[in-house]
């Protein structure tokens, strides 16, 4: 008879003193989370002057999308805390609905934008990295989007919900990763190099990788078997 796969908890193995000390970097990690999403958005929308050009509008609605609103609905499960009041896991469920949905909204405003400065300018569409990165990567988020809707029907999927969650949070990580790449391909094109130069360029490119890294620990956390025990 086959028992039920057991999940370790976060910091087995550790004394005491260094369990909680390994709880409050934890904890840190997930501020400083929150504060780069929250900075890197406000320093990109400032950088890009909105209303000067159709384009100016692109790198805000999709900093906000990408960097801001995609880091927290998922960080709104963190264990180490968020700044959202919730603590019922239907009230964060919920949130996370709203949140993901203003993701593709604002992303596709802000693709609307990039179109429609690409027409003005007669210049051609995915003609770079960057643009058919982000085709990828808003073609994923609608994708993953999709699959957070089978999660109200499980029955119809014939799946239990336990799996059908770690499929989303698996897919759910790949768009997040993807949509990082996508960030860091855009600190290489014309304008953000002609705007941004020097130590802080470097500063900007790494910025992104962080919340990427505290989100991959919470993921793969939550998730993924330590132990898996039969009888």
Request: aromatic share 12%; charged share 10%; with cysteine.
């Amino acid at each position: 008879m086959r028992a039920d796969m057991e999940y370790s908890p976060v910091g087995e193995g550790l004394g005491m003193s260094e369990f909680w000390l390994y709880v409050w970097m934890r904890r840190v990690a997930v501020i400083a989370a929150h504060v780069i999403a929250v900075g890197l958005t406000v320093l990109i929308s400032v950088l890009s002057r909105p209303g000067t050009s159709l384009f100016s509008w692109h790198p805000v609605c999709m900093s906000i999308a990408y960097i801001l609103c995609l880091t927290e609905g998922i960080l709104l499960f963190s264990p180490e805390g968020t700044p959202f009041c919730f603590k019922a896991r239907k009230g964060k469920v919920r949130l996370h609905w709203f949140i993901q949905a203003l993701v593709i909204l604002a992303a596709a405003t802000g693709v609307g934008f990039m179109v429609a400065s690409k027409n003005v300018s007669e210049r051609p569409h995915l003609a770079t990295w960057h643009s058919l990165l982000g085709v990828g990567t808003l073609a994923a988020t609608v994708l993953q989007a999709a699959c957070g809707i089978c999660l109200l029907f499980p029955k119809l999927l014939k799946l239990s919900p336990p799996r059908l969650k770690l499929y989303h949070a698996t897919c759910g990580l790949v768009v997040y990763l993807l949509a990082t790449v996508t960030v860091v391909s855009a600190m290489f094109s014309d304008w953000f190099q002609a705007t941004v130069k020097g130590v802080v360029w470097y500063a900007f490119l790494l910025l992104p990788l962080f919340p990427a890294l505290v989100i991959m620990n919470q993921i793969t956390n939550a998730y993924l078997p330590r132990k898996k025990i039969t009888t």
